[in-house]
């Protein structure tokens, strides 16, 4: 199939292209995407061993520990997905090659954008939830109801802000290490977190600044803090 890069937008050329870049994605980052979406697994599989060896009977995990394992691993994957698919455009000689794939940089933009901001990371997500949900259903009571929680919030006006916040802060995670994928080209992942660490903390400050109510702006901070 002949194709050259005189069109911004072709389809037919989009769609070998995407498909090819996905080949590609899934070889670097699919197995990763798998163990972490069945972290909630180990994490289950790691607290049994631990109080099988020191003789707890009466164990469990409850909702803030998940949480916690839920955040680092879902920021830490969100970082390194963008970072591990793309950061290869920065070095000279693997930058070139794929600058002379026949596609336009918006169709490139466009696969890069889909793969690492809304493939991989709803494919990591759907996983981690059905993980979280069947070890709910097959163990009750060493697993807190993950469920139940959610159906609670969703019930609960007052959590619409931080539940919108927590829909949107993947997103931005992926887009922010994609954007350090293509800029840094040594120590992407921790000059990217230390980017978006500073920028996070600017941004809090400058919302403090403005004249709002000191009640509003603490929980804003609160709920944007907490979803982080």
Known sequence: MEMSKSEIFCPRRFGYFIAQDFRNCTKRVG???ILCGLSPLFLF???FLINSAIGNSDWGINNPIKDMVSALVSVL???????????????KKDGSTYQMIPASHL???????LNCVIVFPLAFSIL?????LILTSLFPLRYSDTLAEIINIINKPEYLS????????????SSVALAGALIFKKNKIS???LTSAVSFILLMWIVTSFNFDAGISRDLISTVWYSF
């Open 45 to 47: 599989v790691f607290t």
């Open 128 to 132: 981690n939830i059905c993980t979280d």
């Open 77 to 91: 994957y969100f970082l390194y997905v963008p970072i591990t698919c793309y950061g290869f455009l920065t070095d």
């Open 162 to 173: 931080s539940s919108l916040t927590s829909f949107f802060l993947p997103l931005m995670i």
């Open 191 to 193: 000059k990217t977190f």
């Open 31 to 33: 197995l990763l995407t």
């Open 107 to 113: 169709e490139k933009f466009i696969s890069a954008f």
